[in-house]
């Protein structure tokens, strides 16, 4: 986006890819379907040191600029009602050809294989070295994005090219990714997926709830929620924080109403076991170790139970709790939180306020942005005025 934009404003631009093709990462982008934008955006859907750095890049790149934009390199949009947009082929593959190809058309000289091993400035003039040599540039735009998924060649030299000129990096963490668990549970759980309500626990406080699909696994838990809860809980960990998930296995009950939703259960079937009525209503693996939790024997009859084990299964279903103890790390994250601290960057021209002529755009910035959609918006929006500016 910012060699496009400064291409198209009249600017010599050359793009630097350390990986044999450019945009691995749009290719694997929304499960190969790409969510490109998000048509509700606002500083609400960011984190970091200041999340409102991106109100003034987001305005100037509108839903309705993006989409003509989009039309101005052979895209069309499938506009979804929650806001997410995906190009109408469905496949990821469309974006990057329509960016490629513009791209070429622009006069951009692309450069694949070449990785840059350092950026220097020389009186008023940039030095680009890679293994093939070195150029000379008056301008220079670090778009590295982050350490997230190195498996599609992300490293974090562009916080390493950053900090040579000064710049702060605010601490990175993985972000979008699965969890891990502390507990003696979740492995014999794997494989088990269902519908449920996530709140994030942070030093015993509730901080975030959110529904959606979870699905154990022998590392911990993974699902669409769990991505939707993992920029806090990452955080968190990584500022030492006590983190723990409360899960709601039946969201779509009150607690009175799962009470009386399994009392008359129970007294319909009372020679059944506890176990088999419960294998009604939840997946079988985890009503094997939610009885084992509450220390209630699976096999007694249904007629059995307590009032008071019948109090404790219905607060277990609808909040059991499991310590966080780690994430999954960068190798599986879609993105990364931290990187070079907003306060040293303009946001209205995205140029360093340190180095005259450097610039940076997307995730190398303290920027992170919520799952669907909202990283991209960010990266487009922030490439589009570098390049712009770098070009006048």
């Known amino acids: 986006m910012a060699a496009l934009s400064a291409a198209r404003a009249g600017a010599s631009v050359t793009l630097y890819e350390h990986n044999a093709a450019v945009g691995k990462k749009i290719l694997a982008s929304g499960n190969g379907r790409c969510n490109i ?19 003034y890049p987001l305005k100037q790149l509108s839903f309705g600029y993006f989409q003509t934009f989009c039309h101005s390199i052979g895209l069309v949009l499938d506009i979804k009602d929650d806001g997410r947009c995906y190009p109408l082929s469905n496949e990821a593959k469309s974006v990057l050809l329509a960016l490629k190809s513009a791209v070429a058309e622009a006069g951009v000289s692309v450069l694949t294989d070449t990785e840059v091993t350092s950026v220097t400035k020389k009186d ?14 008056d301008r220079v735009l670090i778009a590295t994005g982050s350490e997230a998924a190195p498996q599609l060649g992300a490293t974090g030299d562009g916080y390493r090219f950053a900090a040579a000129f000064g710049h702060e990096i605010v601490p990175t963490y993985p972000s979008l990714v699965q969890l891990h668990l502390h507990s003696k549970y979740h492995h014999k759980m794997a494989g088990v997926k269902t519908h449920a309500e996530i709140s994030l626990i942070i030093d015993g406080k509730q901080r975030e709830k959110v529904q959606g699909d979870i699905l154990f696994a022998a590392y911990g838990i993974s699902g669409l929620a769990i991505l939707d ?140 942005g919520k799952r669907g959609g909202y990283n991209f918006h960010f990266a487009w929006a922030s490439g589009m005025i570098a390049g712009k500016e770098m070009a006048k």
């Open 124 to 137: 008023t003039h940039f030095i680009v070295e890679t293994a093939q040599g070195t150029k000379r540039f």
């Open 229 to 368: 809860i993992s920029q806090k809980a990452s955080h968190a960990l990584l500022n030492h924080h006590k983190v723990a998930i409360s899960i709601n296995l039946l969201p779509r009950y009150e607690r009175q109403e799962l009470h009386n939703v399994l009392e008359k259960l129970f007294a319909s079937v009372p020679r059944h076991s506890i176990e088999t009525v419960l294998c009604g209503l939840l997946p079988a693996k985890t009503v094997t170790y939610l009885l084992d939790e509450a220390a209630i024997l699976p096999s007694s009859p249904a007629a059995d139970l307590s009032i008071k084990d019948l109090k404790k299964l219905v607060h277990l279903i609808q909040d059991w709790r499991f310590e966080v103890s780690d994430t999954h790390g960068f190798k599986h994250a879609e993105v990364s939180g931290g990187g070079v601290a907003t306060t040293q960057v303009n946001n209205k021209t995205m140029e360093s306020k340190l180095i005259q002529g450097l610039y940076f755009a997307g995730e190398v910035l303290d920027i992170v």
């Open 37 to 55: 934008i998000n048509t509700t955006a606002s500083a609400d859907d960011y984190a970091g040191n200041d999340p409102h750095f991106v109100t």
